[in-house]
């Protein structure tokens, strides 16, 4: 069975900075991906970053420069490190594995498996 779970989230203010954690179990970090995706409340879930089983990561434009995606093989975990929040990052933060051997892993609509979300909320 594969399980992937977050943690990390919670409240802070506008320029701090958050460190999300997905545990994964039960899933071969080989040609594949993880992802952190973002769901806002009355926004469609999209991508934030991925970083694919070749190192290759990929970050959505209103990240760059403040957010960085790392994993941990040894610990079967993958990071996502939040710096200078906005307001807008606010968001429920779930984390996904692909299986697939995939260029892009932009499109949630390519992974197989998803935690149950940790929630982000940035005050102004």
């Known amino acids: 069975e594969v399980k992937l779970v977050e943690s990390g989230g919670g409240l802070v203010q506008a320029g701090g900075s958050l460190r999300l954690s997905c545990a994964f179990s039960?899933?071969?970090?080989?040609?594949?991906?993880l992802g952190w995706f973002r769901q806002a409340p009355g926004k469609e879930r999209e991508v934030v970053s991925y970083i694919s089983s070749l190192s290759h990561t990929y970050y959505r434009d209103s990240v760059k420069g403040r957010f960085t995606i790392s994993t941990d093989n040894a610990k079967n975990s993958v990071y996502l490190q939040m710096n200078s929040l906005k307001p807008e990052d606010t968001a429920i933060y779930y984390c996904?594995?692909?299986?697939?051997?995939?260029?892009?892993?932009?499109?949630?609509?390519?992974?197989?498996?998803w935690g149950q979300g940790t929630e982000v909320t940035v005050s102004s």
């Open positions: 039960g899933f071969t970090f080989y040609d594949s991906a």
């Open positions: 996904a594995g692909s299986v697939k051997a995939l260029r892009d892993y932009s499109d949630s609509r390519d992974y197989d498996y």
